[in-house]
């Protein structure tokens, strides 16, 4: 039998805000324009200026996914009266696997296609062009049943937003009882679990050597990836805080909001462009450590979020019907602008652009070439279902 999930009158209904419509769009930019950074961060020592550019343009790019997710947190969140458990697992879960089963199998062909019949000769250092055979083709595809691969990097989201759906009627059951002071030591505790990766980063440089070959720390190990926060790390932690920001705000005034995002955002840059560029300088040509800075889920990015979120949520703006329409091609933005995002690489190559420039106009042209195939797709009923 299935269970009704409850909810709180308390709780604000969910409703059409502009703000949030642009933060969806402003996200989704971001995300394009991390993967516009990839090819030129790419080249480390062999193009320090041009991976200093994308070091430097790329973490400003940071917050795009946990953005993606508090979004998704707040459209959904909290399910409503009458929701069932099965029922949110076919709506929601049921909507993610034909777009995940569809461009695991289009992407791996356009890059096959662009790559070995195309542009062989791509000067992209994140590309082996030799590697793009029939049979390459094939492997990719059938392996997405264990998980994404180098063409489909996006996707990643996806099998992880497929998780996050999962825990979020269990997650909403309890927020909708939970008091304001335990979702706030909920979150707390989150907040600690930010440091981690830079307490595993340290560990060995402080005479940590490990457990039988695994550097894990916190009872983590080769037997035990579950650790002593590993209930409350991760992206479950932004589901928690997009209900509290829904449910109770901030309730700072404008300045108070300024004082505190403005440094907030400044720091948290500051860590992990300078982080990012360090780690590489410490660790020359060992690129296992380099994107600790980057990880979605660290206190430096998780400042630059919240300060862009706690600024958004004070916009006033009034609905646009440009804005809702096009964010509501985020989705299928994000589902196929890779593929643009490495042709757009070997167009504006051919230039003698600086390389933050070529970045730029790689976003703009990905951006838009992404958006004109998801409204064209959205035009026709069968493969509207698989940018929706």
């Not at 409350?232 to 209900?243: E, P, Q, S, V």
């Not at 958004?312 to 646009?320: A, I, N």
């Not at 420039?357 to 195939?373: E, G, H, R, W, Y």
């Amino acid at each position: 039998m299935n269970r009704t999930v409850t909810t709180t009158a308390a709780v604000q209904p969910r409703r059409r805000e502009a703000w949030i419509d642009l933060l969806r769009v402003v996200a989704c930019l971001l995300v394009v324009f991390a993967h516009c950074c990839d090819g030129f961060v790419g080249a480390f020592d062999t193009d320090r200026s041009a991976f200093i550019t994308g070091a430097l343009m790329g973490s400003l790019t940071r917050p795009c996914v946990p953005l993606f997710v508090l979004m998704t947190a707040m459209l959904v969140m909290p399910l409503g009266e009458g929701t069932t458990l099965h029922g949110f697992y076919r709506k929601r879960i049921g909507r993610i696997l034909p777009p995940l089963i569809f461009w695991s199998v289009a992407l791996p062909v356009l890059f096959y296609i662009y790559y070995a019949h195309v542009n062989p000769a791509s000067a992209n250092p994140m590309v082996d062009t030799s590697a793009y055979t029939p049979a390459g083709v094939w492997q990719k595809i059938w392996l997405m049943v264990f998980n994404f691969n180098f063409d489909t990097v996006p996707l990643w989201y996806l099998y992880m937003l497929v998780g996050l759906y999962l825990i979020i009627p269990i997650l909403d059951a309890w927020l909708a009882k939970a008091t304001r002071r335990e979702v706030l030591t909920v979150l707390r505790i989150w907040g600690v679990t930010l440091f981690i990766p830079y307490l595993k980063l340290i560990a060995p440089h402080v005479g940590y050597t490990g457990n039988f070959g695994s550097m894990e720390i916190l009872g983590a190990c080769d037997w035990n990836a579950y650790g002593t926060f590993y209930y409350l790390t991760g992206f479950i932690g932004y589901l928690i805080l997009a209900f509290y920001m829904r449910k109770w705000g901030l309730q700072w005034s404008a300045a108070k909001t300024a004082a505190i995002c403005i440094p907030m955002f400044v720091v948290g840059y500051a860590i992990t462009a300078g982080g990012f560029i360090k780690i590489q300088d410490y660790y020359p040509g060992d690129y296992s450590y380099l994107e600790v800075i980057w990880y979605f889920t660290g206190i430096n990015v998780f400042m630059m979020t919240f300060a862009i979120l706690a600024a958004f949520s004070r916009l006033k703006l009034r609905p646009r019907r440009w804005l809702t329409r096009l964010a509501s091609l985020t989705f299928g933005i994000y589902l196929c602008h890779f593929i643009f995002v490495y042709v757009t690489f070997d167009l504006f190559g051919l230039t003698s652009m600086p390389a933050a420039l070529k970045i730029l106009c790689m976003t703009v042209v990905s951006f838009a070439a992404a958006a004109a195939v998801t409204w064209l797709m959205r035009l026709v009923p069968f493969t509207r279902r698989f940018i929706d």
